[in-house]
């Protein structure tokens, strides 16, 4: 079947199985924290924006749980593809909101620092997610994820900071380590990697491992 209609089925089924109702709700708690941030003064792009992104973050960790792994396991279309689509259904929806909290109070759009603390956050979640559905059971790694991505993200940065006596900071304009530039390109092309590398279709290992000779069914009964 080709791929673009392979996409086409793929898009409704995944349109419904997300959880839409949790981005919601993370939608309208991020919003109240960006707003608090902007509360008497302060400039929400240091702590209130970046924690915000990361709720986003979290409910990212959940797309890749799968309650039919183990049936969908077996079907001819590729999992980046299934994976493709999924992301491809629910990241407008998230982009949107975290556009919408770039206008909240004193900020006035998305900055250089934010856009680049916002594709950390996206490829680090996908990244975790993929790699948690291979470490635990698909509809159970959630939670494996998003432990993952608040470590890589705010874990990592606080340890820099406390190994080399530096302030603790999560705002993406002041890096842990290294140069601002070095370390934000290093933790995007380590997530990049990471998520290609766990898309390794399991399924997909080569006629030779899923036709049957019978020399190979000999082996086996032997």
């Avoid at 969908?72 to 982009?95: D, E, F, G, I, Y």
């Avoid at 250089?112 to 059971?137: G, I, K, P, Y």
């Avoid at 290609?196 to 491992?209: E, T, V």
Wanted: with cysteine; proline share 8%; net charge positive.
């Amino acid at each position: 079947m080709p791929s673009g209609r392979q996409t086409r089925l793929l898009t409704r089924p995944n349109a419904r199985t997300i959880r839409w109702p949790t981005l919601a709700v993370i939608v309208a708690l991020g919003a109240w924290i960006v707003q608090s941030g902007a509360r008497e003064g302060g400039d929400p792009a240091t702590v209130a924006l970046p924690v915000a992104t990361a709720a986003l973050g979290l409910w990212l960790c959940l797309l890749f749980e799968d309650d039919a792994a183990d049936v969908t396991a077996a079907l001819p279309t590729p999992l980046p593809l299934r994976r493709a689509v999924r992301v491809a259904v629910a990241l407008p929806a998230v982009l949107a909101s975290w556009f919408t909290y770039t206008w909240i109070g004193p900020l006035n759009g998305p900055t250089d620092a934010m856009v680049v603390w916002l594709v950390a956050v996206v490829l680090v979640a996908l990244a975790c997610s993929a790699v948690a559905t291979r470490l635990v059971a698909p509809e159970r790694s959630g939670v494996t994820a998003a432990t993952g991505m608040v470590l890589v993200l705010f874990g990592t940065p606080i340890a820099l900071a406390v190994i080399l006596d530096r302030p603790i900071s999560i705002d993406p304009v002041r890096a842990p380590a290294g140069g601002t530039s070095a370390y934000w390109t290093g933790m995007l092309a380590v997530a990049t990697l990471t998520l290609l590398l766990a898309h390794r279709d399991p399924s997909r290992r080569g006629l030779s491992s899923r036709v049957d000779t019978p020399s190979t069914s000999m082996k086996r009964v032997r």
